[in-house]
Structure formats: structure tokens, C-alpha cells
């Protein structure tokens, strides 16, 4: 919480009004000295302790001077990767893997309303009461999430995720210490043999960060890749005959939708070698499943799990929500569809990390048959098993 806000809320909304009216009828464009210069000739200045004016021009600076008030600072700090609104009093960041409160704070709901219009705005959504949810990508490719206070109940809720505008490569993450030097050199043949992948964890574990790396190991000179996401997150600059694909809501008449499921079966005719999906959360699993079993192999994707077998549980429920068949016909196209399973945790210290990587051998029964090739041990090391790849067809044939 602003010790500042707190104090001053209604002097500052007072002086801000006043300001903004100040510079709608004046060209100068010197908005710190117009707010300095009316400050200090303000009865406004006599309420104000000489310790806090410092933090009352700040915030008035900010509210006056940029579109995005008192966030725009944050969304220019390279080192946060996460802003996260839980009303306008409770602001936190994500910076370095920690998560931290600001002593920040907006002046109001209304004006943290109006921020989340705002953003909405920039990309043609419309938010209200009847629709009180927007989630999108902003054109710098940052994702913004925004709820109004008539479904939140702790106020407007405000949450952007910021991405790295230059893609990560796998010697990066071992630089990071996310995957030991072994484990990449294995997943770099899995990927160039085309085993399908699928990439498990938690929220901001580094799922689609490690995707994006993975893919630094195809072929781009010889292979069509058909990435397909429900926002653009992914970075595939290295990749040279790629089509980019992202859903897209519905307008205000409800029209125009464009599913993940819709985006799977018309990449189908693209001529795709592979098919990379952002991530599996709905009716798609049935398209992305049947097209990683029906020649489209090499093709990756991630979901939300905590485990390997969690994450194979996972699939049988999404698929078995869109779909009337049997669960053991489920399991059979699971099965026959996913070769590798890797795993991501991120950890006390904020560091995202591989925990395990394991091969889908078989279904036995109604049991999945996995096969751990590397495994965290209690220490936090990441160790490659006594195990050898059992399916190893496809990497016989590319070596």
C-alpha cells in the first residue's frame, strides 16, 4: 500500500483533476514543471508533510504524463516478467523469479477500472458489467488479463505477463542451470528424430519458454512447422518456413470466434511436418492428439500439470469432456500419440527447471507404462537414469 495514497487519496485526485485541466488548455509541454509550479503555489502544499512531496509529485507525474499511469514504469523494468493488480491497493511484481509488493497504489477502483479499459481498448475489446473479463495480447506481445470489481471480489483485478522479446536458447537454460548439459544433448536427438513431446508444469514454470527452446533443434531449412497458440507467445525466429497462428475471440455480437480446435484442423491442409501447439486446455486435445498419431510426428506441446502421470490424467479428462467415446479408447490414442514426457518445477528460489523427462512406453492394461530416462534427485540434481530409451525405432532411423 502508498503510505502516500493513503494519506493525500483526495488531495491528489483534486490536484490531478486540476492539472489535467491545466495542460488541456495550455501548450506547454513541460508536465513535471506545470505540476511542480502549481504544487508550490497550492494551498494543497500546506497538508502535505515535506517527507512525502517527493511521492505526491511522483504520483501525480505519473497519473498525468502517461497512458498507462502509474504501471508504465513497471512495464518498461526489464526485470519484471509478471504484474500482478489484486486491487487498487495490493500491487506485486515477479522480478529475478521472486514475487515482491510495491508500495504503490492506485487512487481508486474507477481508475484501476479505467487502466483495464484502457488496455482493452488498445486492442479493440470492449469490457463492462456484462462482460466483465478481457484477456489478450498487447501488439509488444505482452499478455493482459483484466476482471471488473462486479466478479472480483477483492476489487479490479489487473495481471500482465510480460515476455522476452528475444528467444531463448537451450544454452541459455543451462546457463540458467533449468536442464543439465546431458539432458539437452538427449532432447536435442528426440527432437531432430521426431518423437512427439509434450511439456507438463505448473503456472510459470517455464513451459512455453522451454517449447521455444526445443524448437531451436528442428531442421528450419527443411521442415514446415505449423505453430499454433492461443496467444503468441512462442519466439521462433530460427525457424524459417513457419506459419504463426493465434485464436481470436469473439466480438461483441458474440461472432468471429476462432478456437484453438478450429486453428489444429486447418493446419491439417498446411502441409504441416510438424504441428506446435501452445498449449492443450480444451476441446483441442481430440485434433492435436489425432494429428500427432497420423504422420504428423515431431509435434510438441505443453499443459498445466503437476506430474508426468498427472499430466497424462489431465489429457483423459479434456479429451473425455469433449468427447462420448470410451476411456480405454482415450488412453489408446494417448498412447499412441505422446513418445516423451518432460517435466517442469519452479522451485523456492524462482528458478524454473526440468524435474523429469520420461518415455511413454506402452499402455498395459489400463496402466500408462512410463519409462524415466532422467529424474531430480532429493538434492535438487538433475540425473540421468540407468534406463535407455525402449521405443528407439525413430532414433535408429535418423542416425
Not at 513431446?197 to 505449423?226: D, H, P
Amino acid at each position: 500500500m502508498d503510505s502516500t495514497i493513503n494519506k493525500y487519496r483526495k488531495e491528489l485526485e483534486t490536484f490531478i483533476d486540476k492539472i489535467r485541466k491545466i495542460l488541456g488548455e495550455s501548450e506547454d509541454d513541460d508536465v513535471l514543471g506545470v505540476i511542480e509550479r502549481e504544487l508550490f503555489s497550492s494551498e494543497i502544499l500546506h497538508n502535505i508533510s515535506a517527507n512525502d512531496v517527493n511521492s505526491f509529485l511522483e504520483n501525480a507525474y505519473y497519473r498525468v504524463k502517461s497512458k498507462y499511469g502509474i504501471i508504465e514504469p513497471l512495464l518498461k523494468d526489464e526485470e519484471i516478467n509478471e504484474i500482478m493488480v489484486n486491487g487498487p491497493n495490493d500491487i506485486f511484481v515477479e522480478k529475478k523469479g521472486k514475487i515482491i509488493e510495491l508500495p504503490i497504489a492506485f487512487l481508486s477502483e474507477k481508475e484501476l477500472e479505467d487502466m483495464i479499459r484502457i488496455f482493452a481498448s488498445d486492442v479493440h475489446r470492449e469490457i463492462n458489467e456484462v462482460n466483465p473479463i478481457v484477456d489478450a495480447r498487447l501488439e509488444n506481445g505482452y499478455r493482459v488479463n483484466g476482471v471488473l470489481k462486479n466478479v472480483a471480489l477483492n476489487g479490479p483485478i489487473l495481471t500482465i505477463r510480460k515476455f522476452n522479446k528475444n528467444s531463448i536458447r537451450m544454452e541459455d537454460l543451462i546457463e540458467y542451470k533449468s536442464i543439465t548439459e546431458e539432458c539437452a544433448e538427449f532432447l536435442k536427438t528426440i527432437v531432430k528424430a521426431r518423437y512427439n513431446i509434450m511439456i507438463s508444469g505448473s503456472t510459470s514454470s517455464g513451459k512455453t519458454t522451454f517449447l521455444g527452446a526445443l524448437t531451436g533443434y528442428i531442421n528450419a531449412e527443411q521442415e514446415r512447422v505449423i505453430i499454433i497458440e492461443d496467444s503468441a507467445e512462442l519466439k521462433v525466429e530460427m525457424l524459417k518456413n513457419t506459419v504463426h497462428m493465434e485464436c481470436k475471440g469473439a466480438n461483441s455480437l458474440g461472432k468471429g470466434e476462432v478456437t484453438m480446435a478450429m486453428l489444429i484442423k486447418t493446419s491439417l491442409r498446411m502441409r504441416p511436418d510438424r504441428i506446435i501447439v501452445g498449449e492443450v486446455r480444451g476441446e483441442e486435445i481430440k485434433d492435436m492428439i489425432q494429428a500427432m498419431s497420423t504422420g504428423h510426428s515431431g509435434s510438441m506441446s505443453t499443459g498445466h500439470s503437476g506430474s508426468v502421470l498427472g499430466m497424462l490424467n489431465r489429457l483423459e479428462a479434456l479429451y473425455l469432456m469433449n468427447s462420448d467415446i470410451p476411456i480405454m479408447s482415450v488412453k489408446r490414442q494417448i498412447a499412441d500419440a505422446l513418445e516423451i514426457l518432460i517435466h517442469l518445477e519452479r522451485d523456492s528460489t524462482g528458478r524454473r527447471k526440468v524435474v523429469e523427462v520420461a518415455e511413454l512406453v506402452r499402455l498395459e492394461g489400463n496402466e500408462y507404462i512410463l519409462n524415466q530416462l532422467f529424474r531430480e534427485t532429493d538434492k535438487g540434481k538433475l540425473n540421468k537414469t540407468n534406463n535407455n530409451l525402449i521405443n528407439d525405432n525413430k532414433l535408429r532411423k535418423w542416425r
